[in-house]
């Protein structure tokens, strides 16, 4: 029978050279192989990576570069489409590393990506609306339909575009109210500033008024005055007396002008038109105010 002391004694003696034989079994150098080698295939598969990601960024911005030099395609749509072709470029580099870099590992990223597939659909329903600006707001400026600084009407809202993003579009209105507008929403674009602008200028007049000095004083107004807006196409067409929709008279003189020009013009020949008519002793009445809601 062993004494309390010599069983003290001899436990630990036997647990250590448990684990120096378990020790001894293991093929160290085999381990140490394996390793370094995954090592070195991830540190490859980095570097390979980050070349290709670095020579594509390079491809990509030489490309939008030769092409900002040879055509008129506005600069913000430009820089617009080249970040995104930049990100998209730069997470499916990151994507196949990732990968690359798992499957050394030994991790199944094929079963991962099945598990995640539940997540994936459901991540996606909930961002559709997300998706569906971003799409939307792809193909505005792929196609070059807006541009800053264009006078547009979004459905109900009008006034100047400010910027133009992949998820929202800004625009502001002649009060200085800046709409943010989600690109989904936009279903219909009226762009006022691609196209030469009309301008149809209305003098109220009376039954009674003298048309032919009118005419003779609107006259004589545009040859002073036309060849001081070359912005002006054409020759302005004097259409004469007509009719609005509650019955008025009007005469009216219609222009064709620069697009951005048309406000200014318009105030400027109103105003003329009108000293020129008290000048020739015509007195316009005002328009009439409709107070009816």
Do not use: C
């Not at 990223?109 to 559709?128: C, D, E, H, R, Y």
Request: no cysteine; net charge neutral.
């Amino acid at each position: 029978m062993f004494s309390p002391v010599a069983l003290t004694i001899e436990t630990p003696t036997k647990q250590v050279s448990v684990w120096v034989k378990l020790a001894q079994k293991i093929d160290w150098q085999q381990i140490i192989i394996n390793i370094g080698g995954k090592i070195i295939e991830i540190i490859l598969f980095v570097l390979l990576f980050w070349v290709i990601d670095r020579l594509g960024k390079r491809l990509v911005h030489h490309l939008f570069l030769s092409n900002a030099s040879t055509s008129d395609t506005a600069n913000n749509r430009i820089s617009t489409i080249f970040t995104l072709t930049l990100n998209i470029y730069h997470y499916i580099i990151m994507f196949f590393g990732i990968y690359a870099v798992l499957s050394v590992l030994g991790v199944p990223v094929g079963t991962l990506i099945a598990s995640a597939g539940i997540f994936s659909v459901a991540l996606g329903l909930g961002a559709q609306g997300f998706v569906s600006d971003i799409v939307t707001g792809f193909f505005i400026l792929l196609e070059d339909q807006i541009d800053v600084g264009d006078s547009v009407k979004i459905e109900s809202i009008e006034g100047t575009v400010t910027a133009i993003g992949l998820r929202t579009t800004q625009v502001t209105s002649p009060d200085g109210t800046l709409n943010f507008i989600p690109n989904r929403k936009i279903l219909i674009i009226s762009n006022q500033s691609r196209n030469d602008m009309r301008v149809l200028i209305d003098l109220y007049i009376e039954p009674h008024t003298a048309i032919k000095t009118l005419t003779d004083a609107v006259q004589s107004t545009n040859t002073t005055l036309v060849p001081q807006y070359p912005d002006i196409i054409g020759e302005p067409d004097i259409q004469g007396v007509t009719t609005q929709s509650d019955g008025t008279l009007v005469f009216r003189v219609q222009f064709y002008v620069k697009n951005g020009m048309q406000y200014t013009i318009q105030r400027d020949f109103l105003a003329a038109y009108l000293a020129a008519a008290k000048a020739a002793g015509i007195n316009l009445p005002s328009p009439r105010l409709n107070l009816n809601h």
